[in-house]
């Protein structure tokens, strides 16, 4: 039941449609799975992808990629500890573990992923497989 909600949600966000008007991430449940937030774009020799992560120690994040498929991981630490749950009129900003997985437009060439953590952003970049590229053709005239 909860493959066939994802696979509905993803049809809507196909379409530019989101179904949650909130960014809910770190809450528990489904929301939980879309942190962290992930953007992907590509020239003509790799894709780029850009995992808001503020707060997460570098230390903790793995970063894999295998043909078309990116997972990004890790722990974000609690910024208070030992303060007692009844203890908190707020907490918006959650902690634990996540995983988040993406699926690339294009294979990619794991051997060259390069991972950068800066501000709060990790930042890959994902070389294009050799297939994936665009080729030129010569148009031979008879």
Same mark, same amino acid.
């Given at each position: 039941?909860? @493959?066939?909600?994802?696979e509905i949600d993803r049809a809507f966000e196909d379409f530019g449609l989101r179904?949650? /008007? $909130?960014?809910? @991430?770190? *809450? /528990?449940?489904?929301a939980g799975r879309r942190y962290p937030l992930v953007n992907v774009y590509e020239d003509k020799d790799a894709l780029y992808a850009e995992a808001l992560t503020p707060g997460v120690? +570098?230390?903790? *994040? !793995?970063?894999?990629?295998?043909?078309n498929t990116l997972t990004v991981s890790g722990e974000k630490q609690p910024t208070v500890n030992g303060v007692k749950a009844e203890a908190f009129?707020? !907490?918006?900003?959650? @902690?634990?573990? $996540?995983?988040?997985?993406?699926? *690339? +437009?294009?294979?990619?060439?794991?051997?060259?992923v390069v991972a950068?953590? !800066?501000?709060?952003? *990790?930042?890959?970049?994902l070389p294009k497989a050799?297939?994936?590229? +665009?080729?030129?053709?010569?148009?031979?005239? @008879?």
């Open positions: 039941m909860d @493959a066939l909600r994802r179904t949650s /008007p $909130f960014r809910t @991430a770190f *809450l /528990p449940g489904r120690n +570098p230390e903790s *994040l !793995n970063v894999s990629v295998v043909r009129h707020r !907490n918006e900003r959650g @902690a634990g573990q $996540f995983k988040r997985t993406v699926e *690339l +437009p294009v294979e990619v060439d794991s051997s060259g950068n953590y !800066n501000d709060g952003i *990790l930042r890959i970049t050799t297939e994936a590229k +665009p080729q030129q053709i010569q148009v031979n005239v @008879a």
